[in-house]
C-alpha cells in the first residue's frame, strides 16, 4: 500500500508513541504496535478521513475477519475509538487534518 498522508515515517512513530503513552496513563494495557495495526489499517482502508465512531466498527469487524485477536482483551470499538479520539489530538497538535493524515 503505498502511503501518502502526512503521517508517515517517523512522524507516524511519533504519534503511535504518544497514543500508547496517553492510553497507559488512561488505564489501558496494551502493546504499542497496536496502536501502530490501528493506525495502519486505518489508512489501509482508506476510512481515515470518517466519522470515529464508524472507524471504529469498520475496524473491530476488520480484525475480527483477519483473525487479529488481542489477549487478554480483545480489539473492540470502544479501545479502538479511545486511540483515534487520541490521534485526532495529536494530528491538532501538529496541525494536520484527518485527510491529509
Known sequence: MPV???LQG???????GWIW????EDGYQLQGELVELILETERELAVHT?????????????FRVRGIKAEPFGI????IRAVLEWEEDFL??????????
Open 50 to 62: 470518517r466519522p470515529l465512531d464508524d472507524i471504529a466498527r469498520l475496524l473491530e469487524d476488520e
Open 76 to 79: 473492540e470499538a470502544p479501545l
Open 10 to 16: 517517523e512522524l507516524f512513530t511519533e504519534c503511535a
Open 92 to 101: 491538532g497538535f501538529a496541525g494536520i487534518s484527518r485527510a491529509e493524515s
Open 21 to 24: 503513552e496517553q492510553l497507559q
Open 4 to 6: 501518502t498522508g502526512k
